[in-house]
């Protein structure tokens, strides 16, 4: 197991497993596909060519909407390549805000043509047969299928479980890693700077601590230096005091 792509439901602890499918899942997934598209025309739900026909005529996509789409691209590969080229936490981290503005800028945009696609007869059926896939794609720590049916998968009460399985499915299927969105140049730019925030904070605490540990140090040399003044002011005081006279002495003296 240990080779094979793993990874963690929100919140829990329990890992899952993802293998690869077999010819017969393959085969049922596309089945699922068929179905699921069969009972979307029986429904009169939209195909994607009958949908961009319809964003055509309302003029949510066209020339301009191209355009604009090609416009933020360049914008957005200007941006990377500052940032690639910048030195400097500061720089960099301006540079990073300014590249993940403008991926979100072209992400909006986008969803004028990706939002509508969605509910479109294929993009359903499409969903339907990545949901069969991970139903029998994803095992536990010993193997087993989490889910024994498409239909268990579908009755499955841990939201968590079922969405990020198949999330995972989708990235594993798509040749990605889970963790690609942290790939991205803003990202790793991102990481820089806070890990150059983090090592000066430490330096500063570094630097805090040995200016308390030597103040301490300075304070107790201080007492020990106030206690022996002490010392040999007690010892001076009972040097000069006079001393008391001896009657035996006398008394010898005498005889």
Same mark, same amino acid.
């Not at 798509?174 to 000066?200: C, H, N, R, Y």
């Given at each position: 197991?240990?080779?094979?792509?793993?990874?963690?439901?929100?919140?829990?602890?329990?890992?899952?497993?993802?293998?690869?499918?077999?010819?017969?899942?393959?085969?049922?997934?596309?089945?699922?596909?068929?179905?699921?598209? =069969?009972?979307?025309?029986?429904?009169?739900?939209? =195909?994607?060519?009958?949908?961009?026909?319809?964003?055509?005529?309302?003029?949510?996509?066209?020339?301009?909407?191209?355009?604009?789409?090609?416009?933020?691209?360049?914008?957005?590969?200007?941006?990377?390549?500052?940032?690639?080229?910048?030195?400097?936490?500061?720089?960099?981290?301006?540079l990073a805000k300014d590249v993940?503005?403008?991926?979100?800028?072209?992400?909006?945009?986008?969803?004028?043509?990706?939002?509508?696609?969605?509910?479109?007869?294929?993009?359903?059926?499409?969903?339907?047969?990545?949901?069969?896939? =991970?139903?029998?794609?994803?095992?536990?720590?010993?193997?087993?299928?989490?889910?024994?049916?498409?239909?268990?998968y579908l009755k499955e009460k841990?939201?968590?479980?079922?969405?990020?399985?198949?999330?995972?499915?989708?990235?594993?299927?798509?040749?990605?890693?889970?963790?690609?969105?942290?790939?991205?140049?803003?990202?790793?730019?991102?990481?820089?700077?806070?890990?150059?925030?983090?090592?000066?904070?430490?330096?500063?605490?570094?630097?805090?601590?040995?200016?308390?540990?030597?103040?301490?140090?300075?304070?107790?040399?201080?007492?020990?230096?106030?206690?022996?003044?002490?010392?040999?002011?007690?010892?001076?005081?009972?040097?000069?005091?006079?001393?008391?006279?001896?009657?035996?002495?006398?008394?010898?003296?005498?005889?």
């Amino acid at each position: 197991m240990d080779n094979k792509r793993s990874f963690l439901a929100a919140g829990g602890s329990e890992r899952y497993y993802i293998e690869s499918p077999t010819a017969e899942d393959i085969r049922k997934a596309d089945w699922q596909y068929s179905k699921t598209y =069969t009972q979307c025309l029986i429904e009169d739900i939209t =195909t994607q060519a009958e949908m961009l026909d319809i964003l055509t005529r309302r003029g949510i996509i066209g020339p301009e909407f191209e355009q604009r789409a090609e416009e933020l691209n360049k914008n957005l590969a200007h941006k990377i390549i500052e940032l690639e080229d910048a030195e400097g936490v500061d720089k960099k981290e301006r540079l990073a805000k300014d590249v993940a503005d403008a991926r979100n800028e072209l992400y909006k945009w986008n969803q004028r043509l990706t939002g509508p696609m969605n509910n479109t007869a294929e993009q359903i059926s499409d969903n339907a047969r990545l949901e069969y896939l =991970t139903s029998c794609m994803v095992v536990d720590n010993n193997g087993k299928r989490v889910w024994e049916s498409y239909d268990n998968y579908l009755k499955e009460k841990s939201q968590d479980l079922s969405i990020r399985a198949l999330y995972e499915v989708m990235l594993y299927l798509q040749g990605l890693d889970s963790d690609f969105l942290d790939k991205t140049p803003e990202a790793v730019a991102m990481k820089e700077v806070e890990k150059s925030i983090i090592d000066k904070a430490n330096a500063h605490l570094d630097a805090a601590r040995a200016v308390a540990n030597e103040e301490e140090s300075y304070e107790k040399s201080d007492e020990k230096n106030i206690t022996k003044d002490e010392e040999v002011e007690d010892m001076s005081l009972s040097n000069d005091k006079p001393k008391k006279s001896d009657p035996d002495n006398k008394s010898r003296k005498k005889k």
